[in-house]
């Protein structure tokens, strides 16, 4: 990288040559011209240097004391976490990270201060050789790689050029088969269907079934349909409104018959990326998702009014049974949550 | 050891010639080494590296600190995670939980959050030395981009630098989806929506990624190797290409008496500068610690296990996917559909960062196209002396907080009491308006502060004395920086480092007091220095004119 102009000295001349000097022609040697070089306090012993070095030994003993205190505390803090937090648990974490920070602290602006104020200050000057390669080296070297790749014979034998391109282009294909074959799934229709089925009861979290005096009018539960894993799928949740009875709820055609009652179920999976639509303002009727700010007008059958979000959330077609508890009809009549390349648009 | 040889020639003491006789036991080793691995010579020349000192240079070394201690406190962290989505009842020291399912990611972050002594400040100090590592990455970039630090021969490093960043926000996403809580749940829900809103192969990605329907039971096993394993190895083998190269063709720096586009000029790896920067790592861990102990970050303990049907208000991802979130959030309802498919909007949407990710990687090449420039430059430019590029980059900036301001509009509407739905059309027309006017207003600031530069070199510095003149009028004294010629005006040309502009802070070999609340020492005037002949005729008190940055000696009294 560097090549100096300087001569190398002889060995007696290198014999000769006090330890600095030695520094100096191994540094121009390298290319690097030491300008300016002088010690930070040339008269040494005086106020200042002792001050100097005074604060640099502080920040050292700092780290000492940061360190021991870390270990201390280490030891002594509870750090067991106690309901009601009576013994102190919640200190442990902020005092060893004082104690860390004072530590590292201590030592690192300790040396920062010390190459800042004790250290010989110094301006370098490094030459820069940029640019390509010389001609010769560049003509060379392109005439090696000409020549060995001509001594291949990949340029006459045509033959071999695409029996080899052949073969390296099926190797490369096949390399991406056990790569990827292993973690392909093939979607069967997961996305178009869930696990709500006919007869399938709406249960809450904790598993009791709903029974249609058990809402006030304009609240909302979530339910989930009673199957094993029910609860956990990401297409299942899904909100049961009991509307007020002052207001007109207009269904999106071909859905008129889903509801039972004063009693709508619609997803609770945005239609837009899939969270939960969690806030249900009961005055405007409203839903809104709180991951991207959709609006879902609960009157106008999840019609979605403000935000990403372009469809309704879909209805689950609802009755209660004999007993008298909520059930599904059947599963939802289109797919849940975010929409994707297959869906179709009838 | 240089110190005692230089100190000694000073004071007037012979120099130490070296001993005869054996060397020490270290010097030995070295030897032993060197005649099976000849290394003294690259040795020698590494340790001789120069490099310039400016402030901003330290953003790139703030970076790489915090990736090491991710790597330190993330393989303490590996001691103890479990990354299996198999169902556990809770059953550790965090009363409010027990009792309750929850994967095995989840319950073991609780361990390492509960039931760890020391867990807690590790994952703490981890999650903060993420967020750093990220933002350390972009204004280091910033800094790149708008000092013209990327032309040519950097091209290069510019395009492993993008993909360095591209993948910390990858690393950073995957590694906050790992404990299975609520809010990363919610993360990659919307992320599983995104990928599935790819035309054609969207469900078919999807269900690779996940290994069949969202949520399934792999993801956080996939996730798991590829946060430990797979991406850090390429971010590391990537920093060290980024350093070999920063190595190979040296730093750039700043225009500056001496300074030319053949040299570097500054301090020695050693000791100074490997002073310095060992030191500064510790202080970045330091800090690190400091948050990591006192402010509390993602504490996935009053998030809860993941579940589809729930999700916290608020939820907000960590700030360098804020701009992500953002765009989705502003995108309107726009959504294409054929009969029988659907494009959905989340497609469209996420097409607005790619574009712009893609022109940022591009960017050298754009510019090298367009300006035809096609030298080498290892002189920083400043951003006024290159308008339309620090207009574009204040574009950029303005784009991007825009949509990271969107990102969290929600936490805005709240705590401002503003409507969410303002907010979000703010964003929207923001997000189109505001970088136009960015460009213009930073290109005009540029030209005025280049026309202010100029007019100071010319006519002097403004002194803030008023002259009457016998005539009547007023006039402001002008203290020239240099020789002027028989009209009065200043000769010194526009050198591309900054020109002084107060009467305090010209002069660059001016004196500088040594104490903080009382000053120890008088300092001397340095007797010689390469300073420009127009700025040393003039002995102001303080510190720069950029090109002598660091000039300000100190000594002792004499």
């Not at chain 2, 829900?189 to 969207?202: A, L, M």
């Not at chain 2, 940055?549 to 004499?558: A, I, K, L, N, W």
Request: proline share 7%.
């Amino acid at each position: 990288m560097n090549d100096g102009s300087a001569s190398e000295p002889t060995p007696e001349e290198l014999e000769a040559m006090s330890r600095e000097e030695k520094m100096l022609s191994g540094s121009e040697a390298d290319g690097v011209h030491i300008v300016h070089r002088r010690e930070r306090f040339p008269v040494p012993g005086t106020r200042a240097e002792k001050r100097a070095e005074r604060q640099v030994a502080s920040l050292f003993l700092l780290t000492f004391v940061g360190a021991i205190a870390f270990m201390v505390c280490y030891i002594v803090v509870p750090w067991r976490f106690k309901l009601g937090d009576n013994n102190g648990y919640k200190w442990f974490t902020p005092v060893l990270g004082i104690c860390l920070g004072v530590t590292l602290l201590g030592i690192g602006c300790g040396a920062v201060l010390w190459a800042k104020k004790l250290m010989p200050e110094e301006e370098v000057v490094q030459e820069r050789h940029d640019g390509p390669s010389t001609e010769y080296d560049r003509q060379t070297t392109g005439a090696t790689i000409v020549q060995g790749v001509v001594d291949t014979g990949i340029g006459r034998r045509k033959l071999l050029t695409r029996s080899l391109g052949l073969g390296a282009g099926a190797f490369g294909l096949m390399a991406l088969f056990p790569i990827i074959g292993g973690l392909i799934r093939k979607p069967r229709g997961e996305l178009d269907s869930t696990a709500w089925a006919k007869g399938v009861r709406l249960v809450q979290l904790d598993g009791t079934p709903v029974r249609p005096g058990d809402m006030e009018p304009g609240s909302l539960a979530t339910v989930f349909p009673n199957t094993p894993g029910g609860k956990t799928a990401s297409d299942t949740p899904t909100m049961l409104i009991r509307l007020r009875p002052d207001v007109k709820f207009v269904p999106r055609k071909g859905q008129e018959g889903f509801r039972w009652g004063d009693y709508v179920a619609l997803s609770k999976i945005c239609t837009h990326l899939g969270c939960p639509v969690s806030l249900y303002e009961q005055q405007t009727n409203r839903i809104l998702c709180p991951c991207h700010q959709s609006q879902f007008d609960v009157l106008q059958d999840g019609k979605p009014v403000f935000g990403p979000a372009t469809r309704p959330l879909p209805q689950l077609p609802i009755t209660v049974d004999n007993e008298g508890y909520f059930i599904a009809r059947s599963d939802y009549i289109e797919p849940v949550g975010p929409a994707f390349w297959e869906r179709k648009n009838p | 050891m240089t110190d005692t040889a230089s100190r000694a020639r000073q004071r007037g003491g012979t120099p130490p010639v070296r001993r005869k006789g054996k060397p020490s036991p270290l010097a030995q080793a070295g030897i032993e080494v060197d005649e099976r691995l000849p290394y003294a010579k690259g040795t020698r020349s590494l340790l001789n590296k120069v490099f310039p000192d400016h402030w901003s240079f330290m953003l790139g070394e703030i970076a790489l600190y915090s990736f090491i201690i991710l790597l330190l406190t993330g393989t303490y962290l590996t001691f103890f995670f479990d990354a299996s989505m198999g169902e556990v009842k809770y059953n550790g020291s965090y009363t409010p939980l027990r009792g309750i399912d929850m994967s095995q990611a989840y319950a073991s972050t609780l361990k390492i959050s509960f039931d760890v002594r020391g867990g807690l400040i590790m994952r703490q100090i981890h999650h903060w030395a993420a967020l750093l590592f990220v933002a350390a990455m972009l204004v280091h970039m910033l800094r790149v981009f708008f000092t013209g630090a990327f032309r040519k021969p950097r091209e290069t490093n510019w395009l492993i630098g993008s993909t360095l960043l591209m993948l910390g926000i990858v690393e950073g996403f995957i590694g906050y989806g790992l404990p299975d809580d609520l809010l990363s749940g919610t993360g990659l829900r919307i992320t599983e929506g995104i990928i599935q809103s790819t035309p054609i192969v969207g469900t078919w990605l999807a269900f690779l990624i996940f290994g069949g329907e969202f949520p399934g039971t792999e993801i956080v096993g996939r996730f798991y190797i590829l946060h430990v394993l797979l991406i850090p190895g390429i971010i590391l083998a990537l920093i060290a290409v980024h350093i070999a190269l920063v190595t190979v063709q040296k730093h750039t720096q700043f225009p500056g008496p001496g300074r030319t586009e053949n040299n570097v000029i500054g301090e020695r790896a050693l000791p100074t500068y490997g002073a310095k920067a060992t030191g500064f790592f510790m202080i970045v861990f330091g800090v690190l610690a400091l948050l990591g102990g006192l402010f509390q970050i993602n504490p996935i303990w009053l998030y809860g296990p993941y579940n589809p049907s729930q999700v916290s208000a608020g939820s907000q991802p960590d700030w360098y996917f804020g701009a992500f979130d953002g765009i989705v959030r502003l995108w309107p309802a726009w959504e294409t559909r054929f009969p029988d498919y659907t494009i959905p909007a989340a497609f469209w949407a996420v097409q607005i960062p790619t574009i712009v990710i893609v022109g940022m990687i591009f960017y050298p090449m754009i510019e090298r196209k367009l300006t035809k420039d096609n030298a080498h430059h290892n002189l920083l430019q400043r951003p006024r002396d290159v308008p339309v590029r620090t207009g574009i980059g204040v574009m950029g900036l303005l784009f991007y907080g825009v949509l990271v301001a969107s990102g969290g509009n929600d936490v805005i509407a709240d705590k401002f009491d503003i409507s969410l739905n303002a907010m979000t059309w703010i964003g929207r027309i923001g997000l189109i308006v505001l970088p136009p006017i960015g460009y213009w207003v930073t290109y005009r600031i540029c030209l005025g502060l280049q026309m202010h530069d100029r007019e100071v070199l010319e006519h002097g510095i403004e002194t803030g004395i008023i002259k009457r003149l016998p005539s009547g009028e007023f006039i402001e004294v002008h203290q020239p920086l240099g020789p002027v010629d028989s009209h009065g005006h200043g000769q010194l040309q526009y050198a591309g480092s900054p020109v002084p502009k107060k009467m305090n802070t010209f002069g660059g070999v001016g004196r500088r007091m040594i104490g903080f609340f009382r000053p120890v020492a008088e300092l001397p005037r340095p007797a010689e220095h390469g300073e420009a002949e127009g700025q040393r005729e003039l002995a102001g008190s303080g510190s720069t004119t950029g090109s002598s940055s660091d000039s300000g000696t100190e000594s002792s009294e004499h």
